[in-house]
């Protein structure tokens, strides 16, 4: 429990949290779908959820739901920073010198992560994991001193990152990989394609809130919504119909503490050290859901104006609530959202 406990806290800080499947809005009310298959499992330190519509394939249904959990399974072996045996904590524990022979796998989604880092200016850093124990947003909250920041994000620097043939190393001794920001959002896309490649075309993949979906849920639209980042959980502010693609949300209402009217988050700006003032929650909808949970960090870091230039950038569709409750979106999630 405590490292489930340590796990969750460290899926908050990348800030990849809260949004509720349409299936919760109607849905749930008629129960499952008697052509679906849905299955539920904690990993990876969340709640995940995985819907098939099989059309009677019961039996093959059941054969790629194993295959799912197989591959979550596997990805968190591979890319966990909590699991000390894994490929990232090798080079965790490493750090300051050169690790051999790095699954490709993980090469690759580093350097797509270095890349979201660049991109960003360093909004999004797979370093953030240096800070260490800087911010807990459960019984051990203490607001850091800024000394102690200061030290924190001296071991953040997306740069210090380097990848030679099949060697990485982090420069500096103090470093870590923290890989929350985009590998759920890697798995959930790993997960879609084992229904794909089993036949199945209308699915949703649901890790935590970061959800993919394929296809329709019955003859309807999967429609996905929205929390209201000030409202109580459950409350929406709209909804959207979604199909072959992914819905990620960051916001600073999952995990939070209030002190003299200071709203501390776990949302933090890797690049000062201090949960990021510019926005209340981000959406983004994009064709991946390793983009949309990397860009959904980065933007709720960057705020409106910066954030909707690197959405245009990157050709994603995003709603940004901002720190004062004004709402900014792009065109094409102007064209889907259905206000509630």
Known sequence: MAELSRRRVFLAIAGTLAILAALELAQSKRGPDPGSLRVTRTLMGTLWKVEVMHGGRVEAANHAMTGVWAELERIDRLMSEWKPDSPVSAINAAAGTWVDHVPGELRALLERGTAYSEKSSGAFDVTWKGMGGLWHF???FRIPSAADVQ???GNVDYRALQIDGNRVRLTGPGMAIGLGGIAKGYAIDRAAAVLTRAGFTNYL???GGDIYVS????????RL???DPRGERGSLIGAIPLSGKALVTSGDYERFRIVDGVRFH???DPRTGWPATRSRSVSVVAGTAEQADALATAIFVLGPEQGLALAKAESVDVLIIDAQGKRH???GFAAIFETL
Do not use: F, K, S, Y
């Not at 296809?215 to 999967?222: A, E, L, S």
């Open 138 to 140: 459960d019984d051990r």
């Open 151 to 153: 030290r924190a994000i």
């Open 205 to 207: 993949v649901d890790g």
């Open 215 to 222: 296809g329709m849920r019955g003859d309807n639209p999967w």
């Open 225 to 227: 919504g929205l929390q």
């Open 266 to 268: 776990h949302i933090i």
């Open 329 to 331: 979106l792009t065109a």
